[in-house]
Every structure is written in structure tokens, then in C-alpha cells.
């Protein structure tokens, strides 16, 4: 495991969401400062606002990829192209390991409606959510994309 795995899995062990996680671990790469990325990557957590949609370790990938790739020309559709293909392909990768990015499915939740209130982090908590692994399963493949 890289030294950058190991700081997401830390960041989210330190109470951040899976989101701010990946997002953090990383972002340093493009210059930007951490209390910066945490702020830009709150919201996504829980799958964008506890609402259980896209994961959020998969969504800070996608926002490191975007940092990458990312076109910064509205008419430049060969630079969207590869971002879109790199976010992709971290998704591949993602669910080789993973039978989804739905944050509700890779949890084994229902369509049932959550509290915005993120559970308290204890034991309980580790011991009924995977969102460790998640983390680091997307750090890792992250790490194929944007550094392989």
C-alpha cells in the first residue's frame, strides 16, 4: 500500500468523509492546500450529501482525475474525452474489487431515506461499514490511473 493510500485510510479514520479522504490524500499533487480540499470535497460524502448516490471516495477520484486531465477549454471535446475515459477507467478498476460505485449498494442499504447526519464513528460503526476498504480500494485505483 502507498503512502498515499495509507493517508486517505488515515484521513478517514481522523473522522473525514470517504470524499474528503481520497480527495486529500491527493490534491497537494496540484497545489492545492489541504483545508482547501477538504472543503471542496465536504459535500460529496455519503454519496454526495448522505444521499446514498454516487460514492464518495469514487467522487474524490474523479475530482483528482479532473485535476489531471480535466479541459479547461468549454469547445475542447478531445480534453473532456480523457478525463471522461481516466474517470471511467478508475471506475473499472474500482469495481473489479467492488460490485458497484453506488454508495447505497456498495453498503447494502435499500432505497431508505437517512438523516444528513453522519453516524458517530466507534466500533460498531467500522465493524458494519466497508468504507474503509472503499477508500482505500479507490485510492488504489486512482493510483492506476494517474500515475500508471
Same mark, same amino acid.
Given at each position: ?97 467492488? /460490485? ?17 447526519? /453522519? ?30
Amino acid at each position: 500500500m502507498s503512502e498515499r493510500v495509507k493517508k486517505a485510510e488515515a484521513l478517514f479514520k481522523e473522522g473525514y468523509n470517504c470524499c474528503q479522504a481520497v480527495f486529500a490524500a491527493y490534491s497537494d499533487l496540484f497545489g492545492m492546500d489541504t483545508e482547501t480540499a477538504l472543503r471542496v470535497s465536504a459535500g460529496l460524502g455519503g454519496g454526495c450529501g448522505r444521499q446514498r448516490e454516487l460514492c464518495g471516495a469514487v467522487s474524490g477520484a474523479a475530482m483528482i482525475i479532473g485535476l489531471k486531465f480535466g479541459a479547461t477549454e468549454g469547445a475542447d471535446a478531445d480534453g473532456k474525452m480523457l478525463c471522461y475515459e481516466k474517470v471511467r477507467e478508475h471506475s473499472e478498476e474500482f469495481k473489479k474489487v467492488n /460490485p458497484s460505485i453506488v454508495c447505497r449498494e456498495l453498503l447494502g442499504l435499500g432505497d431508505q431515506n437517512e438523516s444528513a447526519r /453522519p453516524d458517530e464513528r466507534n466500533e460498531q460503526y467500522y465493524k458494519k461499514r466497508p468504507c474503509v476498504q472503499i477508500v482505500i480500494d479507490s485510492a488504489e485505483a486512482l493510483e492506476k490511473v494517474i500515475f500508471e
